[in-house]
């Protein structure tokens, strides 16, 4: 069920009750959701440093798959932000990907696509180093499925990604066992591995998301620093950790 808020400014989308996403209609660069704003914080921080895929620079223009459709707030901030940027969100509800269209003032095709389309399934199909980004943002019930994190999963977005190019995961901190799971299977396929989080989060007091971070290539010092730079200054400051962050207690 899709339920929809106006508040402010902006428009609320609820997915069976749940918090999906915020479309701001007066600016369609602000991001509401403090994933997002990290998401947005982390490829900015390493477009300055290096490179991403291929693009250079916080304007740069980014060819971004976006799994987890929804309301599409991100890619049409990057499309905001980033112009030139070619992006296609993978929407599993057919219904909902269409009517997003109207209710929302979403870019139109080449600068955004929406596919209608099972995220797992999708990305055993992805062309070779076509993605300078790519963005996991799969729930159900609360949940990342099981097919959406698991390491044949990741290795389709390795796969997909083009040199220097990053995947975004937004994931739940809980169960541990199972965050620390899908971080053992990124840290096998990726060179480079950051989770971005709340202190408490990452330490288990509470519960939250985390953003992981992963890229063929390892991270160096400075693009390290770059990010944990970046994100202490989020208007909710958090931190970066390394693969082990989310580790059960007692290992």
């Known amino acids: 069920m899709a339920e929809l808020r106006v508040r402010e400014s902006g428009v609320l989308l609820l997915l069976d009750e ?6 701001d209609l007066r600016d369609p660069a602000h991001l509401d959701f403090e994933y997002q704003q990290q998401m947005e914080a982390v ?5 300055r440093t290096g490179r991403v895929g291929t693009a250079h620079g916080p304007g740069a223009p980014v060819h971004a798959l976006h799994l987890g459709g929804a309301g599409c707030a991100l890619a049409r901030a990057w499309d905001a932000t980033r112009p030139g940027s070619t992006q296609t969100a993978v929407e599993i509800d057919e219904v909902l990907a269409g009517s997003v269209r109207e209710w929302f003032d979403l870019p139109r095709s080449p600068r955004l696509r929406i596919r209608v389309g099972d995220a797992a399934r999708v990305v055993p199909g992805l062309r070779a180093g ?4 790519i963005v996991r943002d799969v729930f159900a019930a609360g949940q990342v499925p099981a097919s959406c994190r698991d390491e044949s999963f990741l290795r389709g977005c390795r796969e997909a990604l083009a040199d220097g190019g990053l995947l ?22 990726f060179g480079g591995v950051l989770v971005v989080a709340d202190p408490a989060v990452a330490r288990g ?3 939250g998301n985390v953003v992981i971070v992963a890229r063929r290539e390892p991270f160096g010092p400075a693009e390290e620093e770059a990010v944990e730079r970046a994100v ?3 208007p909710l400051p958090v931190r970066t950790w390394g693969a082990d962050a989310l580790a059960p207690r007692g290992r």
Do not use: C, F, G, Y
Request: charged letters at 30%; glycine letters at 0%.
């Open 18 to 23: 749940t918090e999906s996403s915020w479309i």
């Open 43 to 47: 490829l900015n921080a390493l477009s």
């Open 130 to 133: 076509e993605w300078d980004v």
């Open 168 to 189: 975004l995961a937004n994931s739940p901190a809980m169960p541990r066992e199972q965050a620390h799971s899908e971080l053992e299977a990124a840290s096998r396929l």
């Open 205 to 207: 007091k509470r519960q």
């Open 232 to 234: 202490r200054r989020l």
